[in-house]
């Protein structure tokens, strides 16, 4: 018969026999239910599910690679030759190519709340929004799933480019810069369309919100033309703009010699601040798109 070792007591009398769920270390227990890692093994898991979303639908990426691609062939091969830039800013291929890149994203993310909506029609976005899952991580693989979307758009886009004679940067950090910089941009523009879905929660007024800032948002950036050639009011409103930093960003990545209107730090900071803000309140809205 075996025997049952039992620690002595202590000064006050109680005795250290612990239970085993005593045994496991508060740490332990933040590491595996509420840490960082955790968070973000859900987030990418919500990016998953995106990314098999469009290896089912692959035309998807052709369907929309179509706009961006007559953009810079044809709008981009006119304009080209009125040498509409001032001295020293190289040809205007090689400035419009990044414009055209996150243009291209804007155009995919800004309507992601049409899934969204299409999501909760189907009943899959209650199940999300009943399971313990942080409001936030639902957001944050929507903007990376788009962010996806726009990664294969970038490959598209460059191509076309080195037919095209744009002198594209090849170094491999720099398109680690550019494919961070598109998720990111990805992420602005998705919560922006998420908070319109919370709002409206109508398919039809999502997709026509959508249409009606994606235009302003496009003009009123510096993807066409540099922010030197802007009047005053048009130059404000570029600051303004979040599409301006991803653009600055992008031209300076991808590039040979590409000139920025602020430095990467200032984009990157821009970007990730409106983000951080955009998916706080996109996440407090998310639950009213069911309601």
């Not at 049409?114 to 209650?126: A, K, P």
């Not at 990664?151 to 002198?167: D, P, S």
């Not at 948002?217 to 802007?230: C, I, K, R, T």
């Amino acid at each position: 018969m075996s025997e049952t070792h039992v620690a002595p007591p202590t000064a006050s009398g109680k005795s250290n026999v612990q239970s085993p769920r005593s045994r496991v270390a508060p740490a332990r227990l933040w590491t595996l239910d509420f840490g960082l890692w955790a968070y973000i093994n859900k987030v990418f898991a919500l990016t998953e599910v995106e990314v098999r979303k469009l290896l089912h639908d692959q035309w998807d990426i052709v369907t929309r690679s179509v706009q961006p691609v007559l953009w810079l062939l044809l709008f981009g091969g006119v304009f080209a030759r009125l040498r509409v830039l001032p001295a020293g800013m190289g040809s205007y291929l090689d400035f419009v190519a990044p414009g055209i890149l996150a243009q291209s994203v804007l155009t995919i993310s800004i309507f992601q709340g049409i899934m969204v909506i299409w999501e909760r029609d189907q009943g899959s976005l209650q199940k999300y929004l009943v399971s313990p899952m942080p409001r936030s991580v639902l957001v944050l693989g929507k903007g990376l799933g788009s962010g996806i979307r726009g990664i294969a758009q970038a490959f598209a886009i460059t191509l076309l480019a080195v037919v095209m004679g744009v002198h594209i940067n090849w170094n491999p950090i720099a398109w680690v810069g550019v494919i961070l910089f598109v998720l990111l941009g990805a992420c602005v523009f998705s919560t922006i369309s998420l908070v319109i879905a919370a709002s409206v929660r109508s398919r039809e007024r999502v997709q026509g919100l959508g249409q009606l800032i994606m235009m302003p948002l496009f003009f009123a950036s510096n993807a066409l033309y540099p922010v030197a050639l802007m009047p005053a009011y048009v130059a404000t409103l570029a600051a303004l703009n979040p599409l301006t930093y991803m653009v600055d960003a992008l031209r300076q990545l991808m590039i040979v010699g590409g000139q920025g209107h602020f430095p990467l730090a200032v984009d990157a900071g821009v970007l990730l601040a409106v983000t951080t803000v955009l998916v706080l309140l996109a996440a407090r809205l998310y639950p009213r798109v069911v309601q």
